[in-house]
């Protein structure tokens, strides 16, 4: 027989609501915020336009808009008190967009665009390769330390001076640690490129204090994605304390990389806001305590992690070495990572794990080595973990809301 779309997602919510996840790239959002993705918000539309149109002056184009512009707004503001920052952007339907929307708001066609690249952990190798292309741009890669898992400053900083882009992304896909931005952002001011902090994982952990704050440390502009480490719907957030870069991404958005925002996703972040700006010192700061209770405890079971001699990490993220897991647990990492999978416990196949929606499900160090031993059961000899697992799991609600 057939199946529906309906039995299809409620085999999904009742499988993924028992598993154990620790995609790095993932959270869970709170009843409330569910509740405002399926509201009356999610069939309308809203376009603020404040010119004249037919002989008389319009404020919006469409009728109908007074409470989804009032969301907006509020949402625009909230984001403004969690991240101290003057201007709030929330229309970017998510992070890629939020990138592509900085090329095209602050570079011109031939211009250069640096950022690490996609074999140091980059986004951006995927944006030199795909979107400055699309755009007319040019891309360099910024030397990158893989031992240490940062940037190679003294490189970057010479690069930065004898190539003279027009903008500077740092950011990254395993991104345990913080950078160093003072010394970027003196090469850009050297050269008058803009520099661009890619927060997307780490958003949740900026908003919570327990990381870096781009924005003070010297950043023109924050993107990231509000749905990894940060708890809110699918969507992207650009933040600044620039009016002028602001404008840009405004001029850059609609009708070019956005034309409905989707308002219930933008009130959903809203709401998200409000719960950050309440929980999330809390929040973000169990986060990282769970990470490095995880690092520990899988360590201790000789687990091979990456970076170690830094701690392994002070964000969300734990990194498997997935070679030497390989060869210890026999098999390719992609094999171990469906071997945890098929006993329903979700990790990438690159051997990230993250402990954001464990913590936002009231998971605490305690739990960390329970989580650690069971994912050496499964990965060591397939040892069946299921009741240890519903045990575990069967105690987990949604927290920090």
């Known amino acids: 027989m057939a199946r529906n779309i309906s039995t299809i997602v409620k085999d999904h919510e009742a499988w993924r609501g028992s598993c154990l996840n620790l995609i790095a790239s993932e959270n869970i959002t709170s009843p409330a915020v569910r509740a405002i993705l399926g509201s009356d918000l999610g069939h309308r539309y809203t376009l603020p336009m404040n010119k004249n149109f037919d002989g008389a002056h319009v404020k919006n184009a469409y009728m109908g808009t007074r409470f989804t512009d009032e969301a907006q707004a509020l949402t625009q503001r909230l984001a403004c008190d969690v991240f101290g920052c003057k201007k709030a952007y929330v229309n970017a339907l998510s992070g890629h967009i939020a990138v592509m929307t900085a090329l095209m708001a602050l570079c011109k066609k031939g211009d250069l665009v640096m950022a690490p690249d996609d074999d140091a952990g980059g986004y951006h190798g995927w944006v030199g390769q795909y979107l400055p292309d699309a755009l007319g741009l040019r891309y360099s890669r910024l030397p990158f330390n893989a031992y240490d898992w940062d940037l190679d400053y003294k490189a970057a900083v010479g690069d930065i001076e004898r190539q003279r882009p027009a903008l500077v992304v740092l950011g990254l896909s395993y991104f345990p640690f913080p950078f160093n931005i003072a010394p970027v952002r003196e090469a850009c001011d050297r050269v008058g490129a803009y ?96 990470s490095k209770a995880l690092a520990l405890a899988l360590a201790d079971l000789k687990v091979p992690l990456r970076f170690g001699h830094r701690g392994y990490t002070k964000s969300h993220q734990v990194l498997m070495d997935n070679k030497k897991a390989s060869m210890l647990y026999g098999a390719p990492f992609p094999e171990l990572a469906a071997r945890l999978e098929a006993s329903d416990i979700i990790i990438d196949s690159a051997g990230r794990m993250g402990t954001s929606e464990v913590t936002r499900l009231g998971m605490t160090e305690k739990d960390m080595s329970t989580i650690a031993s069971l994912i050496v059961a499964v990965m060591k000899d397939g040892t069946k973990i299921g009741p240890k697992l519903r045990a575990l799991m069967k105690k987990a609600k949604v927290q920090f809301c």
């Open 195 to 290: 520099l661009c902090y890619d927060a997307s994982h780490v958003l949740g952990l900026i908003a919570g204090g327990q990381f870096q704050n781009p924005l003070k440390e010297g950043a023109d502009l924050m993107i990231g994605s509000t749905h990894k480490s940060f708890f809110g719907p699918q969507g992207g957030v650009v933040l600044t304390n620039e009016e002028d870069i602001y404008k840009r991404f405004v001029e850059n958005s609609t009708w070019r990389s956005i034309d409905n925002a989707h308002w219930n996703r933008v009130a959903a972040l809203g709401k998200a806001m409000e719960e950050m700006k309440r929980f999330g010192k809390a929040y973000a700061g169990q986060v990282v305590k769970n």
